[in-house]
Protein backbone atom coordinates (compact mmCIF):
# COMPACT_ATOMS: atom_id res chain seq x y z
CA UNK A 1 0.00 0.00 0.00
CA UNK A 2 1.55 3.41 -0.80
CA UNK A 3 0.99 7.04 0.75
CA UNK A 4 1.01 10.01 -1.31
CA UNK A 5 3.45 12.85 -0.05
CA UNK A 6 2.24 16.31 0.19
CA UNK A 7 4.75 18.39 -2.13
CA UNK A 8 5.60 22.22 -0.76
CA UNK A 9 4.18 23.68 -3.15
CA UNK A 10 1.10 21.86 -2.38
CA UNK A 11 2.12 23.06 1.61
CA UNK A 12 2.06 26.05 0.09
CA UNK A 13 -1.18 26.54 -1.55
CA UNK A 14 -2.68 25.19 1.28
CA UNK A 15 -1.58 27.88 3.80
CA UNK A 16 -2.44 30.46 1.13
CA UNK A 17 -6.30 29.41 0.87
CA UNK A 18 -6.24 28.88 4.85
CA UNK A 19 -5.15 32.76 4.99
CA UNK A 20 -7.96 33.65 2.06
CA UNK A 21 -10.43 31.65 4.20
CA UNK A 22 -9.66 33.59 7.28
CA UNK A 23 -9.81 36.94 5.93
CA UNK A 24 -13.48 36.32 4.17
CA UNK A 25 -14.75 35.16 7.34
CA UNK A 26 -13.36 38.28 8.94
CA UNK A 27 -14.97 39.69 5.87
CA UNK A 28 -18.43 37.96 6.60
CA UNK A 29 -18.36 39.04 10.48
CA UNK A 30 -18.03 42.34 9.84
CA UNK A 31 -21.20 41.96 7.66
CA UNK A 32 -23.37 40.20 9.96
CA UNK A 33 -21.87 42.19 13.53
CA UNK A 34 -22.44 45.47 11.55
CA UNK A 35 -25.00 46.90 14.22
CA UNK A 36 -23.04 46.08 17.03
CA UNK A 37 -19.68 47.52 18.23
CA UNK A 38 -16.75 45.30 20.65
CA UNK A 39 -13.88 43.18 19.84
CA UNK A 40 -14.79 39.62 18.23
CA UNK A 41 -12.50 36.30 17.36
CA UNK A 42 -13.59 34.49 14.33
CA UNK A 43 -13.23 30.89 14.94
CA UNK A 44 -12.84 28.84 11.25
CA UNK A 45 -12.59 25.23 11.40
CA UNK A 46 -10.89 23.64 8.37
CA UNK A 47 -10.01 19.96 7.72
CA UNK A 48 -7.29 19.00 5.45
CA UNK A 49 -5.28 16.07 5.01
CA UNK A 50 -3.28 14.68 7.90
CA UNK A 51 0.23 14.89 6.12
CA UNK A 52 -0.66 18.75 5.94
CA UNK A 53 -2.32 19.93 8.80
CA UNK A 54 -2.38 23.79 8.92
CA UNK A 55 -2.72 25.81 12.32
CA UNK A 56 -4.79 28.61 12.16
CA UNK A 57 -4.19 31.35 14.37
CA UNK A 58 -7.55 33.34 15.44
CA UNK A 59 -7.58 37.20 14.27
CA UNK A 60 -9.11 39.57 17.30
CA UNK A 61 -11.46 42.01 14.85
CA UNK A 62 -12.87 45.82 16.21
CA UNK A 63 -16.28 46.50 14.94
CA UNK A 64 -16.96 50.37 15.26
CA UNK A 65 -20.39 51.44 14.05
CA UNK A 66 -20.85 54.50 15.67
CA UNK A 67 -20.27 57.92 14.99
CA UNK A 68 -17.63 60.35 16.41
CA UNK A 69 -18.62 61.77 20.02
CA UNK A 70 -19.31 65.32 19.37
CA UNK A 71 -19.31 67.71 22.63
CA UNK A 72 -20.13 72.17 21.78
CA UNK A 73 -19.52 74.42 24.38
CA UNK A 74 -18.97 78.91 23.51
CA UNK A 75 -18.28 81.47 25.71
CA UNK A 76 -19.56 84.02 26.37
CA UNK A 77 -23.39 82.28 26.68
CA UNK A 78 -25.04 85.50 25.14
CA UNK A 79 -22.39 87.49 23.22
CA UNK A 80 -22.92 91.06 21.55
CA UNK A 81 -20.63 91.73 18.32
CA UNK A 82 -21.47 95.78 18.62
CA UNK A 83 -17.77 96.64 19.24
CA UNK A 84 -18.12 98.28 22.47
CA UNK A 85 -14.95 96.15 23.31
CA UNK A 86 -17.73 93.67 25.87
CA UNK A 87 -18.44 90.69 24.65
CA UNK A 88 -17.63 91.21 21.09
CA UNK A 89 -16.59 87.42 20.18
CA UNK A 90 -17.43 84.18 20.65
CA UNK A 91 -15.03 81.50 21.68
CA UNK A 92 -16.56 78.22 19.71
CA UNK A 93 -14.95 74.91 21.43
CA UNK A 94 -15.36 71.71 18.84
CA UNK A 95 -14.85 68.26 19.72
CA UNK A 96 -15.15 64.86 17.95
CA UNK A 97 -13.44 61.67 19.71
CA UNK A 98 -14.04 58.30 18.21
CA UNK A 99 -12.24 55.10 18.21
CA UNK A 100 -11.37 55.81 14.71
CA UNK A 101 -9.74 58.70 13.45
CA UNK A 102 -11.85 61.33 12.76
CA UNK A 103 -11.11 62.27 8.94
CA UNK A 104 -13.83 65.52 8.29
CA UNK A 105 -15.64 68.12 9.85
CA UNK A 106 -18.30 71.01 9.43
CA UNK A 107 -19.71 73.32 11.61
CA UNK A 108 -22.90 75.89 10.08
CA UNK A 109 -24.71 78.46 12.18
CA UNK A 110 -28.24 79.09 10.08
CA UNK A 111 -30.40 81.65 9.80
CA UNK A 112 -33.14 81.62 12.76
CA UNK A 113 -35.82 81.85 9.80
CA UNK A 114 -36.99 79.21 7.58
CA UNK A 115 -35.52 78.06 5.23
CA UNK A 116 -32.85 78.92 7.63
CA UNK A 117 -30.00 79.07 5.18
CA UNK A 118 -26.44 78.87 6.43
CA UNK A 119 -25.41 82.28 7.91
CA UNK A 120 -21.18 80.97 8.56
CA UNK A 121 -19.43 78.01 8.04
CA UNK A 122 -16.35 76.63 8.54
CA UNK A 123 -14.86 73.20 8.00
CA UNK A 124 -11.60 70.92 7.44
CA UNK A 125 -10.00 67.99 7.57
CA UNK A 126 -8.86 65.55 10.87
CA UNK A 127 -10.70 66.73 14.10
CA UNK A 128 -12.15 70.37 15.08
CA UNK A 129 -9.72 73.02 16.52
CA UNK A 130 -9.99 73.22 20.09
CA UNK A 131 -10.97 77.08 20.01
CA UNK A 132 -12.78 78.90 17.09
CA UNK A 133 -13.08 82.34 17.09
CA UNK A 134 -16.34 84.29 15.64
CA UNK A 135 -16.62 87.97 15.17
CA UNK A 136 -20.71 87.20 15.02
CA UNK A 137 -20.66 88.13 10.62
CA UNK A 138 -21.21 86.08 7.61
CA UNK A 139 -19.12 84.74 4.59
CA UNK A 140 -20.29 88.39 2.93
CA UNK A 141 -19.85 90.22 6.19
CA UNK A 142 -23.59 90.98 7.26
CA UNK A 143 -23.57 91.23 11.63
CA UNK A 144 -26.10 88.55 13.72
CA UNK A 145 -29.66 90.22 14.23
CA UNK A 146 -29.61 91.65 17.78
CA UNK A 147 -31.60 89.54 20.54
CA UNK A 148 -31.95 86.27 18.48
CA UNK A 149 -30.84 83.06 18.57
CA UNK A 150 -29.18 81.22 15.63
CA UNK A 151 -28.92 77.73 15.41
CA UNK A 152 -26.02 75.58 14.44
CA UNK A 153 -25.45 72.13 13.02
CA UNK A 154 -21.40 70.24 14.11
CA UNK A 155 -21.05 67.45 11.79
CA UNK A 156 -17.86 64.67 12.12
CA UNK A 157 -16.87 61.90 9.96
CA UNK A 158 -14.80 59.17 11.29
CA UNK A 159 -12.60 56.81 8.63
CA UNK A 160 -15.39 54.27 8.36
CA UNK A 161 -17.80 56.28 7.53
CA UNK A 162 -19.53 57.35 10.61
CA UNK A 163 -21.08 60.07 10.52
CA UNK A 164 -22.45 61.92 13.85
CA UNK A 165 -24.66 65.47 13.99
CA UNK A 166 -24.77 68.04 17.16
CA UNK A 167 -27.64 70.41 16.71
CA UNK A 168 -27.75 73.29 19.27
CA UNK A 169 -28.50 77.35 19.21
CA UNK A 170 -26.20 80.47 19.58
CA UNK A 171 -27.89 83.36 21.62
CA UNK A 172 -27.09 87.16 20.51
CA UNK A 173 -27.30 89.64 23.25
CA UNK A 174 -28.99 92.94 22.63
CA UNK A 175 -26.34 95.01 20.45
CA UNK A 176 -26.17 98.68 20.12
CA UNK A 177 -24.48 99.60 17.01
CA UNK A 178 -23.84 103.46 15.62
CA UNK A 179 -26.86 105.16 13.66
CA UNK A 180 -26.84 108.24 11.87
CA UNK A 181 -29.46 109.65 14.75
CA UNK A 182 -27.02 108.35 18.08
CA UNK A 183 -27.71 104.99 18.84
CA UNK A 184 -29.66 102.17 17.68
CA UNK A 185 -30.94 98.43 19.03
CA UNK A 186 -33.13 96.82 16.52
CA UNK A 187 -34.49 93.53 17.14
CA UNK A 188 -36.61 91.10 14.71
CA UNK A 189 -37.32 88.61 17.55
CA UNK A 190 -40.37 90.65 19.46
CA UNK A 191 -43.10 88.38 18.15
CA UNK A 192 -46.47 89.67 18.03
CA UNK A 193 -50.21 87.76 16.80
CA UNK A 194 -50.70 88.00 13.38
CA UNK A 195 -52.43 91.37 12.33
CA UNK A 196 -52.18 92.72 16.23
CA UNK A 197 -49.98 94.60 19.00
CA UNK A 198 -50.52 92.03 21.90
CA UNK A 199 -49.08 88.59 22.85
CA UNK A 200 -52.32 87.24 23.20
CA UNK A 201 -52.80 83.46 22.34
CA UNK A 202 -49.03 83.01 21.64
CA UNK A 203 -47.31 80.17 22.57
CA UNK A 204 -45.88 80.44 25.81
CA UNK A 205 -42.06 79.85 25.04
CA UNK A 206 -42.41 82.70 22.51
CA UNK A 207 -44.02 85.11 24.95
CA UNK A 208 -41.57 84.35 27.71
CA UNK A 209 -38.69 85.08 24.97
CA UNK A 210 -40.13 88.32 24.33
CA UNK A 211 -40.16 88.85 27.83
CA UNK A 212 -36.75 88.11 28.43
CA UNK A 213 -35.73 90.22 25.56
CA UNK A 214 -37.73 93.56 26.38
CA UNK A 215 -36.31 93.28 29.78
CA UNK A 216 -33.04 92.88 28.79
CA UNK A 217 -33.42 96.02 26.54
CA UNK A 218 -35.01 98.24 29.61
CA UNK A 219 -31.41 96.84 31.85
CA UNK A 220 -29.92 99.03 28.50
CA UNK A 221 -32.01 102.00 28.10
CA UNK A 222 -31.65 102.39 31.91
CA UNK A 223 -27.90 102.58 31.62
CA UNK A 224 -28.29 105.12 28.81
CA UNK A 225 -30.44 107.32 30.83
CA UNK A 226 -29.58 110.69 29.12
CA UNK A 227 -31.06 109.74 26.07
CA UNK A 228 -34.22 109.93 24.64
CA UNK A 229 -35.37 107.04 22.73
CA UNK A 230 -37.65 106.67 19.49
CA UNK A 231 -39.40 103.17 19.05
CA UNK A 232 -40.00 102.16 15.91
CA UNK A 233 -42.61 99.46 14.09
CA UNK A 234 -41.30 97.82 11.23
CA UNK A 235 -43.44 95.98 8.96
CA UNK A 236 -43.34 93.72 5.98
CA UNK A 237 -44.77 94.21 2.72
CA UNK A 238 -47.10 91.65 0.91
CA UNK A 239 -47.38 93.76 -2.11
CA UNK A 240 -44.02 94.55 -3.77
CA UNK A 241 -45.07 98.30 -5.84
CA UNK A 242 -48.37 100.10 -7.29
CA UNK A 243 -51.60 100.86 -5.80
CA UNK A 244 -52.00 97.82 -3.73
CA UNK A 245 -49.02 98.56 -1.94
CA UNK A 246 -49.83 102.06 -1.33
CA UNK A 247 -53.46 100.80 0.33
CA UNK A 248 -51.32 98.23 2.65
CA UNK A 249 -49.17 101.01 3.65
CA UNK A 250 -51.65 103.49 4.69
CA UNK A 251 -54.74 101.23 5.76
CA UNK A 252 -53.02 98.72 7.11
CA UNK A 253 -49.08 98.16 7.97
CA UNK A 254 -48.42 101.92 9.58
CA UNK A 255 -51.65 101.77 11.80
CA UNK A 256 -50.56 98.52 12.72
CA UNK A 257 -46.42 99.17 13.00
CA UNK A 258 -47.79 102.14 15.21
CA UNK A 259 -50.24 100.39 17.87
CA UNK A 260 -46.88 97.42 18.10
CA UNK A 261 -44.35 100.29 18.83
CA UNK A 262 -46.89 101.82 21.26
CA UNK A 263 -47.33 98.24 23.24
CA UNK A 264 -43.64 98.16 23.18
CA UNK A 265 -43.35 101.54 25.09
CA UNK A 266 -45.87 99.86 27.70
CA UNK A 267 -43.85 96.87 28.29
CA UNK A 268 -40.78 98.76 28.64
CA UNK A 269 -42.88 100.86 31.30
CA UNK A 270 -43.81 97.99 33.29
CA UNK A 271 -39.86 96.88 33.04
CA UNK A 272 -39.30 100.57 34.65
CA UNK A 273 -38.04 102.75 31.65
CA UNK A 274 -39.62 106.11 32.39
CA UNK A 275 -42.70 106.86 29.71
CA UNK A 276 -41.60 110.33 29.28
CA UNK A 277 -38.61 109.46 27.59
CA UNK A 278 -39.97 107.11 24.64
CA UNK A 279 -41.79 108.09 22.04
CA UNK A 280 -43.75 105.40 19.66
CA UNK A 281 -43.37 105.78 15.45
CA UNK A 282 -45.35 103.57 12.58
CA UNK A 283 -42.85 103.43 9.83
CA UNK A 284 -44.92 100.54 8.25
CA UNK A 285 -43.07 99.41 5.41
CA UNK A 286 -41.51 102.04 4.20
CA UNK A 287 -37.49 101.44 5.11
CA UNK A 288 -36.62 97.96 4.79
CA UNK A 289 -33.88 96.17 5.20
CA UNK A 290 -34.31 93.47 3.01
CA UNK A 291 -35.30 93.71 -0.69
CA UNK A 292 -38.78 92.67 -1.31
CA UNK A 293 -37.15 89.65 -4.17
CA UNK A 294 -35.46 87.91 -1.30
CA UNK A 295 -37.96 85.68 0.46
CA UNK A 296 -35.42 84.08 2.56
CA UNK A 297 -34.61 86.84 4.38
CA UNK A 298 -37.47 89.22 3.95
CA UNK A 299 -38.44 88.18 7.86
CA UNK A 300 -35.68 90.63 8.71
CA UNK A 301 -37.86 93.60 8.04
CA UNK A 302 -40.06 92.76 10.01
CA UNK A 303 -38.75 94.73 13.16
CA UNK A 304 -38.72 96.63 16.32
CA UNK A 305 -36.07 99.80 16.24
CA UNK A 306 -34.71 101.63 19.76
CA UNK A 307 -33.04 105.11 18.22
CA UNK A 308 -31.13 106.58 21.69
CA UNK A 309 -30.87 110.11 20.60
CA UNK A 310 -28.91 112.19 22.96
Given at each position: ???????????????????????????????????????????????????????????LTNSDVSGPVLSFSALPEYFSPDNDGVNDELIISLSAM??????????????????YPVFYRIEGKGGPP???????????????????????????????????????????????????????????????????????????????NNNRVLRRIAEILNKFRDYRVRIEGHANRTQQAGEKASQEEEGELQPLSEKRAQAVINRLVEFGVSRGRMTA???????????YTDRDNIWKNRRVEFILIK
Open positions: MGYKVASKDDELLQVTAAIVVVILVCMVMALVIKWYEGQFTPRVPVSYPKEAVVPVKPVDEASVVSWSFEIREPQAPVHTVWNGRSATGELVQSATDYPFIFRAEDMLGNESTLEGKIGVDVLVIPSEDGLKIQVPSIIFRAEEADFIGLPQETVEVGMGGTKPVVV
